[in-house]
Structure formats: C-alpha cells, structure tokens
C-alpha cells in the first residue's frame, strides 16, 4: 500500500494513523520543510521504527549531511535513475525488518528476565515491583488487596521417595493450578523452593480465603503422576488483606511478611490449612 502526503504536517497526521514502513521525504516542502519533519518523525512516542530515504535537489555536502544528522536512513539526490531509488528502498526495508525482528527479540528477553525459569511464574524481583504499583493504586483509590503465601507440605519427602526431577515437575504442576484457579488480574510468582506467592487486587479477606481453599481443595485432589512416579500432596497458606480505605501498608516486604506469619501459624495447626489476618 502507498499514500502520499503534500507537506510535512500531512505526512505526520497519517503517520500516526497509519504505521508506513518506509518514507520518501523531500527536504523542499510548503509549510514544514522536510529536515523539521524528519525530527518530529524520530520524536513520535511509542511508533514502531519507520525507514525514511530524503529525496532532494539539495546538493551539498552540509545539506546531505543535515539530512542523515536528522534521522533519515539514507539521502537520494535529484535526478535519480529509479533503479537506483528502488535499490535503495529494498535496501532499507531490509533495515526495517531487522529493527523490527530486533525489537522483538528484545521484547521476548525482557518477558524471560520477568519469568521464573522452572514454572514460567513471575519471579520475585518482578514480584515486588508489581506489588509496589498495586498498592500504590490500591491506596489511592481506597481498595483492597490481598496477599497469598503458599508452601508444599513435606515436599522433601516428594524427592526422597522419587528423585530431584521429579520434585522440580511436581513444582510446575503446582504452578499451573495456582495459575489456572487465579484470576487474569492476580499476581502469581514462585517465591523460591516449593512457595508460590499470589497477590489479589480489589480482594477482600473472604474472597482471599475462598481463592485459597479452592486452591488447597484442588492440589489435595490432584494426582502428581509422571511416567511411573506419582505422589499425592497438600499445601499450606498464609493470607494477609488490608482496607486501604481505613489502613495502609507503605511496605511490599512487610505485607508479605504478615501472609508468611500466616502460613507459618498454619504449618503449626498441622498443614493443609488456611490462616488469615487482616491489617488494620
């Protein structure tokens, strides 16, 4: 597909409405000449990478010079031989597509740093910032939020009966029933070992327990079996919730600490329960 535009102010509205890949831009234009047009092209926020060749009359070393300072990949004076301008076009859109691959791949990496790399849960790091934007959110518009710790009960015993590879599949199995019994807005991570850590925006204290015992429910029920391994398992949880409509919590670290005394008050009550606290 190919539009065109009459001068620079054109060019930048359908610009914005239309993600062209490659721009041929003359420097002589009514209105917004070409070198300013070139610079509010490479300042447009958040807009995929677009290749543009300057075709100009303008002939000297300062005005070719000028050009490519400005952002444009390549500078094409007048007269050209239209083999020449189409070389130069394949030329460049080979540059778009490689920037596009590279921003993909950049997007892909960023996706892994964020991801526990044996259950695909987020890792803690990502955990915490998260954590610290939906208090921020929950504290400004007077909502709750709660935090769900969770730990494998006697897993040692899971790998000493089986074996470590096992014991690391049994941890991703555990992984996708957290993640399959979450909402899409909940926040799932692996806090390390065999604890998983989820955070509850807009949750009430009920609706936090309910969410756990559907979890407790659904991992007791399930059969953990791998070729000619298997093993049964239960889990134990911690929850803390706060109001931020009549209390607040300034401290992702400390919100998790009160979900960790929970499943630690559970662990004492003899595993496979639920403990639960509200700050007030």
Same mark, same amino acid.
């Given at each position: 597909?190919?539009?065109?535009?009459?001068?620079?102010?054109?060019?930048?509205?359908?610009?914005?409405?239309?993600?062209?890949?490659?721009?041929?831009?003359?420097?002589?234009?009514?209105?917004?000449?070409?070198?300013?047009?070139?610079?509010?092209?490479?300042?447009?926020?958040?807009?995929?990478?677009?290749?543009?060749?300057?075709?100009?009359?303008?002939?000297?070393?300062?005005?070719?010079?000028?050009?490519?300072?400005?952002?444009?990949?390549?500078?094409?004076?007048?007269?050209?031989?239209?083999?020449?301008?189409?070389?130069?076009?394949?030329?460049?859109?080979? =540059?778009?597509?490689?920037?596009?691959?590279?921003?993909?791949?950049?997007?892909?990496?960023?996706?892994?740093?964020?991801?526990?790399?044996?259950?695909?849960?987020?890792?803690?790091?990502?955990?915490?910032?998260?954590?610290?934007?939906?208090?921020?959110?929950?504290?400004?518009?007077?909502?709750?939020?709660?935090?769900?710790?969770?730990?494998?009960?006697?897993?040692?015993?899971?790998?000493?009966?089986?074996?470590?590879?096992?014991?690391?599949?049994?941890?991703?199995?555990?992984?996708?029933?957290?993640?399959?019994?979450?909402?899409t807005i909940d926040i799932a991570a692996r806090y390390g070992g065999?604890?998983?850590?989820?955070?509850?925006?807009? =949750?009430?204290?009920?609706?936090?327990?309910?969410?756990?015992?559907?979890?407790?429910?659904?991992?007791?029920?399930?059969?953990?079996?791998?070729?000619?391994?298997?093993?049964?398992?239960?889990?134990?949880?911690g929850v803390s919730s706060v109001n931020c409509a009549t209390a =607040?919590?300034?401290?992702?670290k400390e919100f998790i600490r009160i979900a960790d005394q929970m499943?630690?008050?559970?662990?004492?009550?003899?595993?496979?329960?639920?403990?639960?606290?509200?700050? =007030?």
């Amino acid at each position: 597909m190919v539009s065109s535009a009459a001068n620079g102010e054109e060019g930048l509205h359908k610009l914005k409405a239309w993600a062209p890949h490659l721009i041929l831009l003359d420097i002589n234009m009514p209105g917004m000449d070409g070198i300013k047009t070139m610079e509010r092209i490479r300042r447009l926020p958040d807009h995929d990478y677009v290749a543009v060749i300057f075709i100009s009359g303008n002939t000297s070393t300062d005005d070719i010079v000028k050009g490519l300072d400005a952002g444009a990949d390549d500078y094409l004076v007048k007269p050209f031989r239209i083999a020449e301008l189409l070389a130069r076009v394949r030329a460049k859109l080979r =540059t778009k597509e490689l920037n596009d691959q590279l921003k993909r791949t950049s997007k892909r990496l960023e996706g892994l740093v964020d991801l526990d790399d044996l259950t695909g849960l987020l890792n803690m790091r990502s955990l915490y910032k998260r954590l610290d934007q939906e208090l921020v959110r929950a504290k400004r518009y007077h909502k709750w939020i709660s935090c769900i710790m969770i730990d494998m009960d006697h897993f040692k015993n899971v790998n000493d009966t089986n074996d470590h590879i096992f014991g690391s599949w049994v941890i991703t199995e555990v992984a996708k029933i957290i993640k399959e019994t979450c909402r899409t807005i909940d926040i799932a991570a692996r806090y390390g070992g065999d604890e998983f850590i989820v955070i509850l925006p807009e =949750t009430e204290i009920v609706g936090a327990e309910r969410l756990a015992e559907r979890m407790r429910v659904a991992v007791e029920a399930h059969l953990f079996i791998n070729d000619k391994q298997k093993t049964r398992l239960t889990c134990s949880f911690g929850v803390s919730s706060v109001n931020c409509a009549t209390a =607040t919590v300034d401290d992702p670290k400390e919100f998790i600490r009160i979900a960790d005394q929970m499943l630690y008050d559970s662990k004492n009550m003899g595993r496979n329960t639920i403990r639960a606290k509200e700050l =007030t």
